[in-house]
């Protein structure tokens, strides 16, 4: 690409990825200086269009980063309630009382959010004190300096070719130059990815962990709604085949969140997470709360899930990575945002005072250490074994081991344990066909469940069909050579968008991509076990248009 003439741009800081970290960073450089030059850019069409989560929001963030966000208008509306913990069987459930939980499990003072909504309202904030935010901008490439520092980013690239060169139409964006790059990309961010290979970033670190969530609003009776109540569920369906458990909000307007977890560690390839969503909505309890109902909008979205010992290191000359592009999930409590509001603060505080002191393209080291140190060190550290515990000894065991050294170490500051490690990474996890029999899942309804491509419609994603796909295979015949004979292909099951599918052409099986159908959640390129595929930015603006998740 070397031959290819851009324009450049000049700031002092470059952040990538329109999401609460980055919003955050953008809002509190600007209250720092108000004359420093601070640019945001997103790939999806408008601020909050790619942004799925939960989301019971904890405000520590907020409060730290706009005080006064009540009488601004922010759009948390809806305070905690009453908060719900069962453990489901295929035909009852059993309430885990709140009692013995420690005190970080409870959700009194947070508020259930779209957390879409939460981040359009604070891009407004933002471009209030002058920050510039250029939603559609895909940023495609990293720039780098003459010592190997990230310098910039290119955005903005539109009208490749199918095959990704460049034709006669193609718009060859810009250079955005920064004297430091925040990457706020979210989980599995592919310029992220690139930074922590090429400065070998996961050294000395667990490998990351992910979970697959998948969220459906619906609209409900209002004989059955109530405002504010939060409930959470283990156990059935995903018994002993997988790590992971359900989320139901109730927001305002008669609508719910209804949202399922399943953790990407789970070893029978045969398991279908987005199947395990739809049989969790017949489970009696929630089939009778959503029955006369109506579904609205699904999404989908990786979590980070290792935590503490997982986080990689955080900066590398001239760049940072903020919130979930770290991995600042807390797992138990199901919540990463307020994590990311901190990282995205504590990373605006130390770039400001590097170029109070002149600097630019060095390493962020402050910001590290506030990080691992401060607000955010100290939440995940106290969590950081809930994870390792239920992979290695499951459900069950991880309830009580996990709440015993979550209390002990609220109680103490230290844990019986030390620090667990997770292992293997999710691809690893993954067992091959024969050791695990093929599960049966029942056809969806049409009424509580959904088929895929049904569902994806209420995603309202859409690609420009011409553009290269988004989703690269390093060995196109790996799929049917490797993976279908060893794994069955998960990747039929694991997508929960039905980008892949295994299909017959004269007599043989072919490996289809529809990459038209893709939600940006990245499981595939967590999942595969071959580690075959690698998502890569689509054009600017493409991919799903999520209202209010």
Request: with cysteine; net charge negative; charged share 20%.
């Amino acid at each position: 690409m070397a031959e290819i003439e851009r324009e450049a741009m000049e700031y002092d800081v470059v952040i990538v990825g329109a999401g609460p970290a980055g919003l955050s960073a953008a809002i509190r450089l600007k209250q720092l200086n108000a004359d420093l030059d601070v640019v945001v850019l997103e790939k999806g069409s408008e601020v909050g269009a790619h942004i799925l989560s939960g989301a019971v929001l904890d405000p520590v963030g907020l409060n730290k980063l706009i005080p006064d966000w009540k009488e601004k208008g922010a759009p948390l509306n809806v305070p905690v309630k009453e908060d719900n913990f069962y453990m489901l069987g295929e035909a009852g459930e059993i309430r885990i009382p709140n009692a013995p939980m420690p005190p970080l499990m409870n959700n009194h003072g947070n508020y259930i959010v779209s957390m879409g909504n939460v981040c359009r309202w604070m891009a407004e904030q933002a471009e209030e004190l002058g920050v510039e935010i250029f939603p559609g901008m895909a940023c495609s490439e990293l720039v780098y300096g003459d010592n190997g520092e990230v310098k910039g980013v290119v955005a903005g690239v539109f009208g490749l070719e199918a095959d990704g060169s460049y034709g006669e139409n193609t718009e060859p964006g810009m250079e955005l130059h920064g004297k430091y790059v925040f990457l706020s990309e979210g989980v599995r961010g592919s310029l992220t990815k690139e930074v922590i290979a090429k400065y070998d970033l996961q050294s000395g670190k667990e490998p990351q962990k992910f979970g697959v969530g998948m969220k459906e609003i619906w609209e409900i009776d209002p004989a059955k709604h109530n405002e504010g109540e939060v409930t959470h569920t283990m156990g059935w369906p995903l018994g002993s085949n997988a790590g992971g458990g359900s989320f139901v909000y109730h927001l305002d307007n008669n609508q719910v969140y209804v949202g399922f977890v399943v953790h990407l560690n789970y070893k029978n390839p045969h398991l279908f997470p987005y199947m395990e969503f739809q049989r969790f909505k017949h489970h009696p309890k929630i089939a009778e709360l959503l029955k006369d109902g109506k579904r609205v909008a699904y999404g989908a979205r990786a979590i980070s899930e290792g935590g503490y010992q997982s986080m990689p290191k955080m900066v590398a000359p001239g760049v940072a990575l903020l919130g979930c592009s770290v991995g600042m999930v807390n797992v138990p409590r199901i919540k990463g945002n307020h994590n990311a509001m901190l990282s995205g603060m504590a990373a605006a505080e130390a770039a400001y005072a590097a170029i109070q002191d002149g600097r630019a393209s060095d390493e962020l080291n402050d910001y590290e250490t506030e990080v691992r140190k401060g607000a955010i060190g100290k939440d995940l550290k106290k969590v950081r074994n809930v994870k390792p515990l239920w992979s290695k000894f499951g459900l069950t065991a991880s309830l009580t081991l996990g709440g015993f050294d979550m209390w002990f170490q609220t109680l103490t500051g230290f844990s019986l344990f030390g620090t667990l490690k997770h292992g293997k990474n999710d691809a690893e996890a993954t067992e091959s066909a024969d050791k695990h029999k093929p599960i049966d899942y029942p056809k969806p309804d049409g009424t509580l469940s959904f088929d895929r491509l049904t569902n994806v419609s209420f995603a309202a994603t859409n690609h420009e069909e011409s553009q290269p796909c988004h989703l690269r295979l390093a060995d196109p015949n790996l799929p049917i050579a490797t993976n279908l004979p060893k794994f069955d292909e998960p990747a039929q099951r694991y997508c929960p968008a039905g980008v892949y599918e295994v299909v017959e052409k004269d007599g043989k099986p072919e490996f289809v991509v529809n990459f038209q159908n893709c939600v940006h959640c990245k499981t595939c390129d967590i999942k595969d076990p071959s580690q075959n595929i690698t998502w890569v930015t689509p054009q600017g603006g493409d991919g799903p248009n999520y209202p209010n998740m």
